[in-house]
């Protein structure tokens, strides 16, 4: 997973992680695990995360894309 770009970038912007969490409406922990590899967020998430961010979700999860698009049955051509 590429999460190592969200956390880059979250302290490129020098956001606190709390902040990060009550943006994307998920706990504090839930944000640590995402933010330190150990879950994968659901597309939602990662979107909010993204945004929150200003920053597109591909950058911060390229890896992930592809079993997102199989998972919620995303065709693009």
Do not use: F
């Amino acid at each position: 997973m590429d999460i190592t770009n969200v956390e880059k970038r979250r302290q490129q912007l020098g956001i606190q992680k709390g902040w990060l969490a009550e943006q994307v409406e998920i706990s504090r922990g839930a944000m640590g695990k995402i933010l330190s590899g150990e879950s994968k967020p659901t597309l939602i998430v990662a979107l909010k995360i993204a945004h929150a961010l200003n920053a597109p979700v591909e950058d911060l999860w390229g890896s992930l894309i592809e079993s997102w698009k199989d998972e919620y049955n995303i065709k693009i051509k």
